[in-house]
């Protein structure tokens, strides 16, 4: 491989020192893993990452409740308080809820039932689901002792229409993490697709490419993506929606991906190597598949790390305004829709909780992002 | 550098941004045209169920002589570009929803919507400008730090979830209502300078909301350009002579740091613009945003075009006004890649 030729850079202290034999036949992808590996808060998001996409594929089994049983008796309903301990010691238990009066103000409100006590259980049986869409159970990881009927634990308080925030809240991490990934995927292959010819023919093709993503990049793209999803037939199912807006997010998502890979493209150009693999005879398909492309892999990788927010944010911000996803279907955006004025965000201001995993979520992808970015060239600097 | 080559260059990027500008509003414009050909039904299915709701009776055939006096059998490109000799004049069409034109119901609302971008564009100029330069020239300072870490949040959290945390904050803790952008006084009151002021008294608050993450990211852009400018040995040399360090500072490293810092201008206004559809939903401002989304729920599709394309119009007249100001702090701008 090429690289290996390549004169060391002082500064890869981690491994330099002690093995420097190490360096020399390392691959770039493990070049790249070593540089990583000391960005502290790009591992740490990492990891939040992949507790989130676990949490995402057990989400029946972490809930605690169907995502659309709901019940007018329970609207709105606060948050259960969890009680650790009893006279016996440690005990986690709730208390039901009874609906009352605010004996002032007549507003609902619910108080702690003491008579009905509900003892937490771990690996409590639950509603039906199948484990990884394969084997069919009804254990949960935690629920309440005997699966009292009428009874749930609201760990999040509920909704409008009575159903439980924090299983609804499991179940919107499947959508809404996935249509990042979905959404990049697609922006990826247009990407690096326009990005690759723009930068390996160059000329009046690069021109056009260019141009058009300077246009692209200078329109104000919500509005945009508003009018394409309103204009979605009503009738879809949730599924072709769900794959109608990861295009259209795409369609506006590709400049970016395709300003690295062009820039890859025009750098690598000149490299050595690949003027070496050109007199060696290598075709053109050859040149970029097997020496061009797997040096800017990493870069690639980088950038689409931080492209997932955005998609995320957009698809968010679509389905808070009512025209992305449509009800059966839960993502943090249509969970946020309850929370859309002030009133509600006031008085019930669980309703929020939703965004605070978007948050959560898009922060640690640009953590991530950034170390990828800097650790995604392994010789420079 | 000669100084008729210089002129050149600069008509010559000028004219490259113009075309450009051009190139984008005809997108935008198709773009617009699609938006309103999408749903199905056409321009003749409101109008009609306009004059029917007004009490008229329309028969197949004065449906049919509509159609073709608008001109709806003709090829896609000929209504196309009917439409945009229309828009081109002014004329937006008709609202199905309201009836009236398109640019009545639009009306002050664009103005609004130009007035809440431009503060914001001004606030991230006035908040990322300073914060930069102080991050570079005392890196690694607590302030720095701090800078940092607000930096990375303003640019995690979606500009509508922080209105959104805003409005519960200040309802519940300050119990205003931070929505809107004038008191109930001057809602409906003409012009006048008080209520100029009043307007100033609100629009601070979707500014910060809708400024807070372009700040952001200029601030780190201008922190990046600043330190590598502050590394180079002409800074050292005027230091060695004894020139003072913020004299020093600000006459020579920040006027070569500003000039990527002022193109990031075009790139952040699309941004803004883009956000304020949403923000000003949840903060229930009188721009064209709620307009916007209404028109698209309620399928009033000319008004939903127009909207598009004045935002799209805005936007491309801001990038240039950018451009111009691109060109006069640095006359050196490159003809040969847009980089």
Redesign the interface.
């Given at each position: 491989m090429s690289s290996v030729s390549e004169p060391l850079p002082p500064d890869i202290p981690a491994v330099a020192a002690a093995a420097d034999d190490r360096v020399v036949v390392a691959t770039p992808l493990q070049l790249t893993w070593w540089r990583f590996r000391k960005h502290k808060l790009a591992i740490a998001s990492a990891v939040v990452l992949i507790l989130f996409y676990l949490g995402a594929a057990l989400a029946p089994f972490l809930a605690v409740a169907e995502p659309t049983s709901g019940e007018a008796q329970r609207s709105l309903m606060p948050p259960m308080t969890i009680h650790w301990f009893d006279v016996s010691g440690f005990n986690p238990h709730v208390y039901g809820m009874k609906g009352a009066r605010d004996p002032k103000t007549f507003k609902r409100v619910f108080v702690e039932d003491p008579d009905t006590r509900y003892e937490l259980k771990l690996f409590a049986p639950g509603f039906d689901y199948k484990l990884f869409w394969l084997i069919p159970t009804n254990i949960h990881l935690f629920g309440l002792e005997g699966e009292p009927a009428d009874e749930h634990l609201f760990l999040l308080g509920t909704d409008v229409q009575g159903r439980d925030v924090f299983s609804r809240l499991l179940f919107a991490t499947q959508i809404s993490m996935s249509i990042g990934l979905v959404g990049v995927t697609l922006s990826l292959v247009l990407g690096v697709a326009l990005g690759g010819i723009s930068g390996y023919f160059g000329g009046l093709i690069d021109t056009v490419i260019?141009?058009t993503i300077?246009?692209?990049?200078?329109?104000?793209?919500?509005?945009?993506w508003?009018?394409?999803t309103?204009?979605l037939p009503r009738d879809w199912s949730v599924l072709q929606i769900y794959f109608a807006i990861t295009i259209i997010l795409s369609i506006f998502g590709w400049t970016e991906l395709a300003r690295v890979v062009r820039g890859r493209f025009l750098a690598l150009r000149e490299e050595d190597f690949v003027t070496a693999a050109l007199l060696s005879g290598a075709s053109r398909p050859r040149i970029i598949l097997r020496h061009m492309v797997p040096s800017f892999t990493s870069h690639i990788i980088a950038a689409s790390t931080l492209a997932i927010?955005e998609m995320i944010?957009a698809e968010?911000?679509l389905s808070?305004?009512?025209?992305g996803l449509q009800p059966p279907a839960v993502s943090y955006g249509v969970m946020?829709q309850a929370?859309?004025n002030?009133q509600t965000?006031?008085t019930t201001?669980w309703l929020?909780v939703p965004?605070l995993p978007?948050?959560v979520i898009?922060?640690a992808f640009?953590?991530l992002g950034d170390g990828l970015r800097d650790a995604a060239d392994p010789y420079s600097r | 550098m000669q100084r008729r080559g210089d002129v050149f260059s600069v008509l010559s990027y000028l004219i490259r941004r113009l075309l450009l500008a051009a190139g984008t509003l005809v997108v935008v414009s198709v773009i617009a045209f699609t938006i309103i050909q999408l749903p199905p039904g056409d321009y003749v299915d409101g109008y009609v169920g306009i004059l029917e709701s007004m009490g008229d009776v329309i028969t197949e055939e004065r449906e049919e002589a509509l159609r073709l006096q608008y001109g709806l059998y003709d090829p896609l490109i000929v209504q196309y570009l009917g439409w945009a000799r229309d828009v081109l004049a002014g004329d937006f069409g008709l609202s199905l929803e309201y009836r009236i034109p398109v640019t009545e119901v639009i009306g002050d609302r664009m103005w609004m919507t130009v007035a809440v971008a431009l503060a914001s564009v001004l606030l991230v100029w006035l908040m990322a400008l300073p914060i930069g330069i102080y991050s570079a020239v005392r890196q690694y300072s607590v302030g720095d730090y701090a800078f940092t870490f607000i930096g990375f949040l303003g640019l995690a959290i979606p500009n509508f979830l922080l209105a959104l945390v805003l409005m519960y904050f200040s309802f519940r803790y300050l119990g205003a209502n931070v929505g809107g952008l004038f008191s109930n006084e001057y809602l409906d009151a003409p012009w006048s300078l008080e209520k100029f002021w009043d307007l100033l008294g609100h629009i601070w608050i979707p500014a910060i909301v809708l400024g807070t993450s372009g700040t952001a990211a200029l601030i780190r852009i201008m922190r990046a350009n600043l330190l590598d400018e502050l590394r180079k040995p002409y800074v050292v040399a005027a230091k060695a002579r004894g020139m003072s360090e913020w004299g020093l500072i600000l006459k020579y490293p920040v006027r070569v740091a500003l000039n990527p810092f002022a193109s990031t201008i075009g790139y952040i206004l699309p941004y803004i613009v883009s956000g304020s559809i949403i923000v000003s939903v949840v903060l229930s401002l009188p721009t064209v945003g709620p307009l916007l989304l209404r028109a698209l729920i309620a399928q009033d599709l000319y008004l939903s075009g127009a909207i598009i394309m004045l935002i799209g119009y805005m936007t491309v007249v801001g990038t240039f006004i950018s451009d111009l100001i691109l060109v006069w702090l640095d006359p050196r701008i490159r003809v040969a890649d847009g980089q």
């Open positions: 260019q141009r300077e246009i692209l990049r200078s329109i104000p793209t919500i509005p945009l508003m009018a394409l309103a204009a927010p944010i968010t911000a808070f305004l009512g025209l946020l929370a859309q002030v965000v006031a201001p929020m965004a978007v948050i898009v922060l640009n953590f | -």
